[in-house]
């Protein structure tokens, strides 16, 4: 087959970079062929970027849309270059073939079937009316003596369409696979030579909104646990001041009662002192008598 299956638009990837901050780029996968079409999206750096969806079947000239998301990065590559490329696999399916078909098998080159392969180069850009990010002393400083982007050196538009040489094998070793939703597709897909693993569907991604959310939320935590903790010892005291209170409450009625005890005690005793006056009547009078009778 010497007609192209694909006509992909745009040639290259370009991110607006801006660090801590998630970028994405659409690109469009055209069928010129009359058959139906599947394909495959994988990457040299599968722990930066997500894709989305990274297989599909395109109809006969049909069209199909993915999207691919460079997670929010830490540090700026010196002056804007980098290496990271995609590779766009495709071949011929036959009709009613779904996407859970699409095995690692499907572009293996090990049969006579034809597996076109498409790279596409990744180009960083600085954000609009914004200095360029340079790398200096190992910390990312921005340059005001720039206003636009440092990519000097123009990519040329066109892409290749034939199986990758033998320095296009090197520039895709050394990677690991990305985690993917689906497991059943996590082998590797590339030819033995050939190490490089798909850019699978993202789990939620941990950007720099997520891990900011992340940190003010254990933050917040750490706070309400230590408003906890005073509001138990605050609970603790008053309850110590409430028993207290309490005991002092008895006492001061306990002192109340022993004070009317005493009372009425010391009103008997005031009563039983002297003698009544109808009593030493009668006991003059008897001594009276009495002396009378003695001496009469």
């Excluded at 094998?169 to 597709?185: A, H, M, S, W, Y």
Aim: net charge negative.
């Amino acid at each position: 087959m010497t007609t192209d299956l694909l006509e992909i638009q745009p040639s290259e990837l370009k991110f607006t970079f801006e660090l801590k901050k998630q970028s994405s780029c659409a690109i469009q996968l055209s069928n010129k062929s009359n058959q139906y079409v599947a394909f495959k999206v994988k990457t040299t750096s599968p722990k930066k970027y997500c894709v989305r969806p990274n297989t599909g079947i395109i109809k006969p000239k049909a069209t199909c849309d993915f999207t691919v998301t460079m997670q929010a990065q830490r540090i700026a590559p010196p002056d804007l270059q980098c290496k990271d490329k995609f590779l766009i696999q495709s071949t011929v399916v036959p009709a009613g073939t779904t996407e859970e078909d699409i095995t690692s098998e499907l572009f293996s080159k090990d049969g006579e079937k034809y597996i076109e392969e498409k790279k596409l180069r990744v180009m960083l850009m600085s954000p609009p009316s914004s200095p360029v990010l340079v790398l200096k002393n190992g910390e990312s400083k921005q340059d005001p003596s720039y206003e636009t982007s440092v990519q000097k050196d123009k990519v040329p538009s066109g892409v290749e369409n034939i199986p990758p040489s033998h320095k296009a094998v090197k520039d895709f070793e050394g990677f690991e696979p990305t985690k993917d939703q689906d497991e059943l597709r996590a082998a590797n897909d590339m030819e033995p030579s050939l190490t490089t693993e798909d850019v699978e569907e993202p789990e939620p991604a941990k950007d720099g909104l997520f891990l900011n959310l992340t940190k003010d939320f254990k933050e917040w935590t750490s706070k309400l646990n230590i408003v906890d903790s005073k509001l138990k010892e605050a609970e603790l005291t008053i309850t110590k001041l409430t028993e207290e209170k309490s005991k002092n409450t008895q006492e001061k009625e306990m002192l109340k009662h022993e004070l009317e005890i005493l009372k009425r005690k010391n009103g008997m005793r005031n009563v039983q002192v002297g003698f009544p006056l109808l009593y030493v009547f009668m006991v003059a009078l008897i001594g009276l008598v009495a002396g009378y009778l003695i001496h009469p």
